[in-house]
């Protein structure tokens, strides 16, 4: 970014001031639409808009502060503090934060300078198809995405079966795979009002049903050279990848604390019976604890490509999983049939909680790669 472009940007909230303020707009403008975000698929896109007006996509993205840090932690606490309420927008915020992250990475400035400000402003929304670029990238499936260089830029086609936080004027990084070359891939900035690009609701799902999540369809789309945020995708992902996992940790962080404080709501009225159940909520808060103790550690150096820094982080993530899965079973136990009611957040919370278990890079997928690298150790 240029000196005179930096030096216009405002300056970002303190942290506590950042997180006050989001919590404050969580109750106000989110609280009142979980169930039908939750039920009826509503997209809290005003909700959206306005946590970038508050700097809540900004904490993480040097490119876009004036003062050039890069703090992922209060980027992890914000989107805690979102999913706290409702996965589902917790999600939307990892999208937007993750697409704007690929920005942050860019080997090419000229899409960098573009684009990055407005998704870290919230004027424009964002997304990433990027399971599918994880999955290949671990041996689970092969790339769906294909592009032919021309004149200018490339010509993409293929299919993405789900991507979120999509719409009209949306954007999402995507990585496809060059023909004619033998393991180069392109890392890009896909625009959805593009020529040839059909988005498609073909689903729908059982939680996380107001991501907005489309099948996304390239039928010859030309994708520009202003658009490439790398034409070596397997450096850009070694550069990015810590950073995308470990931000997804914000989404575990806020499920097991509500979950949590479910169990403890019903403490005064349930406790002499509770008091038999597993996993309490004073032990999962401390394994929480730990957990973003253990987060906060690596959030500090979202940079490091070491495969050790990586491991590290999977093994965080994979913890986050399985914690997310124990306590919202734990919420559903101690909240009892009151928690089975339709519109009750604590069977919401167990059916958001397997969205951070299965969400790429999945419990298994997390199992597999640390399985391959530790055999490579
Ligand atoms: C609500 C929602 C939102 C999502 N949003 C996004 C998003 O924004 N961006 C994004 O990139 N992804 C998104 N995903 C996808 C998600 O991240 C995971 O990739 C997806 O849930 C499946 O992951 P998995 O590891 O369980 O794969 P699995 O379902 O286990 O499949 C692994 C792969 O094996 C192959 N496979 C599986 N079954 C068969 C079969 N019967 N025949 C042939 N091949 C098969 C497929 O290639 C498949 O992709 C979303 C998913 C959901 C449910």
Redesign the pocket.
Known sequence: MSLNAAKELKAVLPLEEQLTITRALVKQELSPLTVKIDLEGLYPESFLRQLGGVDGYRQHLSMARPDGETDMGAAIQTMGAVSHECLSTGFAVW?QDTCAWYLQNAANPVVRDAWLPKLASGEVLG??????TM?AFAN??PLRLKGKRVDGGYIVNGS?P????LGENHVFGTLFALEGSENQTIMALVDCSAEGFTLRQSAH?TA?EG?R?FACFFENVFIPDEMIIDDDGAAFLKRARAGIVLLQLGMGVGNVQSCIDLCREVEPLLGHVNGYLDDRPDELQEELDDAVDACMALAEDPFEKSEEFFREVLQLRLSAGELALRASQSAMLHTGAKGYLRTAPAQRKLRESY?VA???P?I??LRKELDALSRAA
């Open positions: 999208c997304g990433t198809g990027m399971s599918n999955k689970i499936e993405l789900w991507v979120s936080n799902f996380l991501t999540t969205f299965i969400v790429t999945a298994k997928h």
